[in-house]
């Protein structure tokens, strides 16, 4: 019994281990993704350099998270997911570890850079093996289960930075230290994983059509496609800086009079980390939950219904600045319809792939709209944060966020539950 017939019967032990292994995978980027959000201040301590320069890590980890996704996409379009996926996870891995024994601030970030290319490949790779593999009709479910490993991993960031930091009272290298742990778990669960089906087919597919993976990602119909998708993640990718990434920072912080500006406030780095703990929480409630409405009514839909709730919730999201600690509940609650949307991606990205470039197609998509989204939505935001209008920037900014994204969803096309690795999918996508 296969993952594409299966309906609501139970998972093999392949399709459990190869899902599995995703979720780690993905959840273990977001974790090492999110330690130098953390540990901004440590670092900048510790090398004795700006805040805006240790900012620079994070954008240079996003810069070659496009070139990880290509590279590692490619790979796995030729040779299977399997293999590529193995090097993936031991790269980032290795590479997120040796941060641990950085000796200066220049090999920092060029560790951090290299950790970009291996967090680029990961999703990727990992969305594809796993949607191939899962049953059709549950598909929903087990995207918004993927896709919530990364507010998990950003949830295990907090609270091993409350434990490492806090408690115990040790360095931020302890955090870049402990990370390899569960990337080794996840090596060892991949490499127990067989082959994509899909892949194997597909491969047969285009050697008996005499097909190439150039023709296919040169078809006018597959460019027009992948420009529109990168569209989509933009919005998507500013949407979630704009509620997540950024909150709590530091133009947050400072602009309800915390860190700096608000000694005595009461708001602890250990309180803020229990406050992403909590935001984390709503966002996996919300992937899990409208990735799995999404199976009943369609992709696009349950992201206009995502999009509708955000929208809602926006007044008391942007201006929680007057509600003290309680801000907390409105932030909360904007996490479940923001990673709701999210939790649909992992599954629509990958039925709107053919399938002889699934490994690079979703990928490298999601990873251009996120460095497109950064280059214009973190710039806008750290101006805004030197403004005393701040909460009214901030709602500005989601709302052409969630504006944009609905727009886009609303006018494009789905493929809910389409078979992969059918001849109809080798070449070209069925749309609905």
Same mark, same amino acid.
């Given at each position: 019994?296969?993952?594409?017939?299966?309906?609501?019967?139970?998972?093999?032990?392949?399709?459990?281990?190869? #899902?599995?292994?995703?979720?780690?995978?993905?959840?273990?980027?977001?974790?090492?993704?999110?330690?130098?959000?953390?540990?901004?201040?440590? !670092?900048?301590?510790?090398?004795?350099?700006?805040?805006?320069?240790?900012?620079?890590?994070?954008?240079?980890?996003?810069?070659?998270?496009?070139?990880?996704?290509?590279?590692?996409?490619?790979?796995?379009?030729?040779?299977?997911?399997?293999?590529?996926?193995?090097?993936?996870?031991?790269?980032?891995?290795?590479?997120?570890?040796?941060?641990?024994?950085?000796?200066?601030? +220049?090999?920092?970030?060029?560790?951090?850079?290299?950790?970009?290319?291996?967090?680029?490949?990961?999703?990727?790779?990992?969305?594809?093996?796993?949607?191939? %593999?899962?049953?059709?009709?549950?598909?929903?479910?087990?995207?918004?289960?993927?896709?919530?490993?990364?507010?998990?991993?950003?949830?295990?960031?907090?609270?091993?930075?409350?434990?490492?930091?806090?408690?115990?009272? *040790?360095?931020?290298?302890?955090? #870049?230290?402990?990370?390899?742990?569960?990337?080794?778990?996840?090596?060892?669960?991949?490499?127990?994983? %067989?082959?994509?089906?899909?892949?194997?087919?597909?491969?047969?597919?285009?050697?008996?059509?005499?097909?190439?993976?150039?023709?296919?990602? #040169?078809d006018p119909k597959v460019?027009?496609?992948?420009?529109?998708?990168?569209?989509?993640?933009?919005?998507?990718?500013?949407?979630?800086?704009? +509620?997540?990434?950024?909150?709590?920072?530091?133009? #947050?912080?400072?602009?309800?009079?915390?860190?700096?500006?608000?000694?005595?406030?009461?708001?602890?780095?250990?309180?803020?980390?229990?406050?992403?703990?909590?935001?984390?929480?709503?966002?996996?409630?919300?992937?899990?939950?409208?990735?799995?409405?999404?199976? %009943?009514?369609?992709?696009?839909?349950?992201?206009?219904?995502?999009?509708?709730?955000?929208?809602?919730?926006?007044?008391?999201?942007?201006?929680?600045?007057?509600?003290?600690?309680?801000?907390?509940?409105?932030?909360?609650?904007?996490?479940?319809?923001?990673?709701?949307?999210?939790?649909?991606?992992?599954?629509? *990205?990958?039925?709107?792939?053919?399938?002889? !470039?699934?490994?690079?197609?979703?990928?490298?998509?999601?990873?251009?709209?996120?460095?497109?989204?950064?280059?214009?939505?973190?710039?806008?935001?750290?101006?805004?944060a030197d403004t005393s209008?701040?909460?009214?920037?901030?709602?500005?900014?989601?709302?052409?966020?969630?504006?944009?994204?609905?727009?886009?969803?609303?006018?494009? %096309?789905?493929?809910?539950?389409?078979?992969?690795?059918?001849?109809?999918?080798?070449?070209?996508?069925?749309?609905?």
């Amino acid at each position: 019994m296969t993952g594409q017939s299966a309906g609501h019967e139970r998972l093999t032990s392949d399709q459990r281990n190869s #899902f599995l292994a995703a979720v780690l995978g993905w959840t273990m980027d977001a974790f090492d993704h999110f330690i130098v959000v953390l540990v901004y201040a440590d !670092i900048a301590e510790d090398f004795r350099v700006s805040d805006t320069e240790v900012a620079f890590i994070m954008t240079a980890t996003l810069l070659m998270r496009p070139v990880g996704a290509l590279l590692f996409g490619l790979w796995a379009d030729r040779v299977g997911r399997r293999v590529p996926l193995m090097v993936n996870v031991t790269f980032y891995s290795v590479v997120g570890f040796l941060c641990a024994f950085a000796p200066n601030f +220049t090999v920092l970030v060029i560790l951090r850079l290299l950790y970009g290319i291996g967090m680029g490949g990961e999703w990727g790779l990992g969305a594809a093996l796993a949607m191939e %593999k899962v049953p059709a009709k549950r598909r929903g479910f087990f995207s918004g289960l993927l896709q919530a490993g990364y507010p998990f991993g950003y949830l295990l960031a907090s609270l091993a930075s409350v434990i490492v930091l806090s408690w115990a009272g *040790l360095s931020w290298r302890w955090l #870049f230290g402990l990370s390899i742990i569960p990337a080794l778990i996840s090596l060892i669960i991949r490499a127990r994983v %067989k082959e994509s089906a899909v892949w194997q087919s597909t491969r047969e597919r285009l050697r008996a059509t005499r097909t190439s993976m150039k023709d296919i990602l #040169f078809d006018p119909k597959v460019i027009r496609r992948f420009v529109y998708l990168v569209l989509l993640m933009t919005a998507f990718n500013w949407m979630s800086y704009a +509620t997540q990434d950024a909150h709590p920072g530091p133009g #947050f912080l400072n602009a309800i009079g915390v860190g700096d500006a608000g000694a005595g406030s009461g708001m602890t780095p250990s309180l803020v980390a229990w406050i992403a703990v909590c935001n984390n929480v709503g966002a996996i409630i919300g992937a899990l939950g409208f990735g799995t409405l999404s199976d %009943k009514f369609g992709r696009r839909s349950t992201v206009l219904l995502c999009a509708l709730l955000a929208l809602a919730l926006l007044p008391f999201f942007a201006f929680f600045s007057f509600l003290g600690v309680m801000f907390l509940v409105p932030s909360v609650l904007m996490q479940v319809p923001v990673l709701g949307a999210w939790g649909i991606i992992p599954a629509h *990205l990958t039925e709107m792939s053919p399938d002889a !470039i699934r490994g690079c197609y979703p990928g490298v998509i999601y990873q251009l709209g996120n460095c497109l989204a950064a280059a214009f939505s973190l710039p806008i935001q750290e101006a805004i944060a030197d403004t005393s209008v701040y909460p009214l920037a901030l709602g500005g900014t989601v709302f052409l966020a969630l504006f944009a994204a609905t727009t886009l969803a609303v006018a494009g %096309k789905e493929a809910n539950g389409i078979r992969f690795g059918s001849p109809a999918t080798t070449s070209a996508v069925t749309e609905s």
